[in-house]
């Protein structure tokens, strides 16, 4: 079972520390803007910054991380009306095909939103999330914030 929570403006304390600090890809950036709408943009913290992919029907974000994690819940903040009805989490250890870790069904809306995971217990060195089936009409995502919160092994 997978659960989605929203968050408006509180502060968050969680048991499980950002295991994000990872070298990731996107699938696009919008008009290849990447100094205004880059990858780096939903890691830095700041609530004026964002990754805006280009238009299509799939959109991706890649995460390597430098060493093996056990990710625990993932916090994604969206741009309303810019958002994935449907996330597929794929994960594996280096040199291992991804595999399907779990889906998750965020809300279309402005608001931090925590999900947790049915197994916390998968270890991973790459993390792929595929936003899915987008509220845009063009396929666009925006996504301010974006969080893996685990156990670095």
Not at 35 to 52: L, S, Y
Not at 54 to 64: E, F, I
Not at 89 to 112: F, H, M, V, W
Request: charged fraction near 20%.
């Amino acid at each position: 079972m997978h659960v989605t929570l929203c968050v408006h403006r509180v502060q968050l304390s969680l048991l499980h520390a950002c295991v994000c600090s990872p070298v990731s890809l996107v699938s696009s950036v919008l008009n290849r803007d990447v100094k205004q709408f880059g990858k780096t943009h939903m890691f830095d913290g700041d609530e004026d910054t964002c990754w805006n992919s280009d238009q299509g029907p799939l959109q991706w974000v890649s995460l390597d991380f430098p060493r093996a994690v056990k990710v625990s819940r993932l916090l994604v903040q969206f741009q309303g009306g810019f958002s994935s009805r449907l996330c597929t989490l794929e994960g594996c250890r280096t040199g291992q095909e991804l595999a399907k870790i779990s889906q998750l069904y965020p809300e279309d809306s402005n608001a931090l939103q925590i999900s947790f995971g049915s197994n916390s217990s998968t270890v991973l060195d790459k993390l792929k999330i595929t936003f899915e089936n987008g509220t845009d009409f063009f396929g666009r995502i925006v996504i301010y914030h974006l969080n893996v919160l685990g156990e670095r092994l």
